[in-house]
């Protein structure tokens, strides 16, 4: 806590920091409250449209994504958290030696089964 | 770069530690591959496929034997009480996958990635079981729910199962954060999170009066309160159960159940006996209100799958009373009591099982009535395990309530063992009322044909009724085991 | 260089913020999102207390966790489209249909 409290003092390295957040707060929470106070409010039926000038929507904007979407993603969403375990071995590849690309192997053949299961399984089709 | 010194020794050491892991994780990816190849009408192949797999990594612990072997760096342990409990363990997944031959035809689970997930699930068991470091226990969790949250939801077209799979997924994501900052919060005060190093620093009391350590023993235990069912942490429970495939569902309350203790086990016997006077009252009340809270919500259920699993809970609160009690008594009353409830609720579910014609409304109480007569051996099958369910003697559930129970007065819970003794009476009452229904009551016309059982899906009902009846006979060897066990892990 | 408490303190408040979202939330998609802010909190202990311990062992432990959440997010969403088929719906609220 008193970390938090240094951090207010001119000479600490996170002095910046915290004015540019005091200065983004202030002016954006400023800003909102300025056209609330200032603004004029004339509401009407144009008003409550979607998109106040141009056409009007021929659709609700909420579209429906087909299923095969969310598939891909959540196989995307596997797959690529996965990395995060290469790059730390990436860096320190050279003194792993052996050892490390043999478990490394391990590792991405097992990725690899899932893989060939999830195409075999016809996951990665997309009709 | 210098080459970072491995000692190959150690390594090998380690993966030697974790064999029966690996053969049954090799298996899984086995079963994934060849579920590829095979064709529609071979996939029964799968299910031996399995069988064979968890037979010989039942093989492997066992040779591995009870000795203490440490892996990568103590992350890892297989000593006496890591043997019992992968032992019980993996006779769960056997009997499980041998019924799983049955099962699978009848309601169209037989696919690769059943037999796959109940594997990679159980592989995540035996890691909770041994794991001696809190982050291993903490990957062995994730390694056992996640399938299993899959398995719950395997009928994905029936709206009971997917809504079960989804209230335990949700609440069971929530516990294991909760979990997980417990496990930050101890590695915050204590600066590591093996656990017997956390232990040792306990016993010289500079933890002990760490407002974030305990803060982070509590979360701990509310995460494990959760995935071992506990009241009030046991909303998810009965609605898992219920809406699951009954085979996942007697998976569950065996081995689930068992590898949550088991871990729940180490951490206790280890780590409280030092914070014991704040600790004991907690445990205390957590165990009398599972177990009553238990038994008088299934004396209200009319489904046997509900009904069971409002039992497994008050099942886990006698464990409970155990684990309150600890010492070596406690702890070989747990261990016994385990492996006992693993039979009797694997063989309650296969019988109920086979009666059952479908799932969702197969299973009302009513569906039992006149079968006792007309099927004398599914009958008499259903009886003994429910009977032991309930304690009565000859039957190892009773064997292992004794201990249990005994445990508590020898330590000076005696208020506790007599609540669990007016429990156990209770629960006597709903324990019996499908017994009299297949008995007394009428059969209606029409009554439903049980389906002709496998071989393998006998095999593992009569197994699991031999088991019944031996360890309530002749308890001595399983209880001098498990004494063992116990002893390996406090040495 | 800020000290450990400041930064277990912002852990504990992304960890309470995803408990009150799980809490309060009915939305299934939104728990979800709440479950994973609760973890990310924890990550931020965890990598705090490693750090300042000088011990690789918090950072490792966080990535165990991040791809922990990844598979958890994984089921919960493969869940929520099959109940999605059925229901048309993700509110928690309406998943009644096992109940006492």
């Not at chain 2, 699930?121 to 996640?146: C, H, K, N, P, Y």
Request: with cysteine; aromatic share 12%.
């Amino acid at each position: 806590m008193s970390g938090l409290l240094a951090s207010l003092q001119f000479s600490s390295p996170y002095f910046p920091v915290i004015v540019l957040m005091a200065v983004a707060v202030g002016l954006s929470a400023g800003f909102v409250f300025l056209s609330q106070w200032v603004g004029p409010k004339r509401y009407d039926r144009t008003k409550y449209s979607e998109y106040e000038c141009g056409v009007d929507p021929l659709t609700t904007s909420t579209v429906r994504i087909s299923v095969k979407f969310f598939l891909v993603a959540i196989l995307f969403l596997l797959f690529d958290l996965e990395t995060t375990f290469l790059y730390p071995w990436a860096v320190l590849y050279r003194s792993l030696g052996l050892f490390g690309f043999v478990e490394m192997g391990v590792f991405v053949g097992i990725l690899l089964v899932g893989l060939v299961y999830a195409w075999k399984k016809g996951a990665l089709e997309w009709q | 770069m210098t080459p970072i010194a491995m000692d190959t020794g150690a390594l090998v050491r380690g993966l030697y530690c974790i064999l029966p892991e690996m053969v049954v994780i090799g298996t899984a990816i086995l079963v994934l591959l060849a579920d590829l190849l095979l064709p529609e009408e071979g996939k029964k192949r799968l299910c031996h496929l399995s069988v064979a797999g968890v037979a010989a990594a039942i093989l492997s612990a066992l040779w591995l034997g009870p000795g203490k072997i440490e892996g990568f760096s103590g992350m890892i342990v297989h000593d006496g009480m890591g043997l019992f409990f992968t032992l019980t363990i993996l006779a769960a997944a056997l009997l499980t996958l041998m019924m799983a031959t049955g099962y699978s035809e009848w309601e169209g689970t037989q696919k690769g990635e059943f037999y796959a997930l109940i594997l990679l699930s159980t592989s995540g068991m035996l890691f909770m079981a041994e794991g001696t470091d809190l982050m291993t226990v903490f990957l062995g969790l994730e390694t056992l729910s996640i399938p299993i949250y899959c398995l719950v939801g395997f009928h994905r077209g029936r709206m009971r199962s997917l809504e079960g799979a989804m209230k335990y997924f949700l609440l069971g994501a929530f516990s294991s954060g909760f979990f997980l900052y417990g496990i930050a919060l101890m590695y915050a005060a204590a600066g590591t999170t093996r656990i017997p190093v956390i232990a040792s620093m306990m016993r010289d009391a500079r933890l002990y009066g760490n407002p974030v350590f305990l803060a982070g023993i509590g979360l701990l235990l509310v995460g494990f309160a959760f995935k071992v069912s506990l009241v009030p942490f046991h909303m998810w429970t009965p609605d898992a159960y219920e809406g699951a495939p009954t085979l996942v569902t007697a998976f569950m309350g065996a081995a689930v159940k068992a590898a949550a203790f088991a871990a729940l086990l180490r951490v206790v016997l280890l780590t409280f006996p030092a914070i014991l006077p704040a600790m004991s009252g907690v445990l205390w009340v957590l165990a009398a209100l599972t177990m009553t809270v238990g038994n008088f919500s299934a004396l209200l259920q009319n489904n046997m799958k509900r009904m069971l699993a409002y039992s497994s809970i008050a099942h886990a609160g006698y464990i409970l009373v155990g684990l309150t009690a600890g010492g070596v008594a406690g702890g070989q009353a747990v261990l016994f009591y385990v492996l006992v409830y693993a039979f009797m609720n694997l063989g309650a579910f296969g019988v109920i099982m086979l009666v059952a014609q479908r799932e969702d409304d197969g299973y009302d109480i009513d569906n039992f009535a006149g079968i006792g007569f007309r099927y004398p051996v599914l009958g008499g099958l259903l009886s003994l395990f429910l009977v032991s369910l309930a304690g009565i003697p000859p039957t190892a559930g009773f064997v292992g309530k004794f201990y249990l129970f005994g445990a508590a007065v020898r330590s000076g819970y005696v208020g506790l063992a007599v609540l669990g003794v007016l429990n156990s009476a209770v629960s006597v009452y709903y324990y019996l009322r499908p017994v009299v229904s297949m008995y007394m009551a009428p059969a209606p016309e029409g009554i439903p044909v049980p389906r002709p059982p496998r071989s393998a899906f006998s095999f593992a009902l009569c197994a699991s009724a031999a088991a019944v009846l031996l360890l309530g006979v002749m308890p001595a060897s399983a209880l001098e085991f498990a004494e063992r066990s116990v002893l390996s892990l406090l040495m | 260089m800020i000290e450990p408490p400041a930064y277990l303190l912002l852990s504990a408040i992304l960890f309470g913020i995803g408990v009150v979202g799980v809490v309060a939330r009915r939305n299934i998609l939104i728990i979800l999102m709440s479950v994973e802010v609760m973890l990310n909190g924890v990550n931020v202990a965890f990598v705090a207390v490693g750090s300042y311990l000088g011990d690789a062992t918090g950072g490792i432990f966080a990535f165990m966790v991040m791809t922990v959440a990844a598979a958890e997010a994984a089921v919960g969403l493969a869940l929520l489209i099959a109940l999605y088929r059925i229901r048309e719906t993700i509110d928690i609220t309406e998943l009644k249909v096992l109940k006492w």
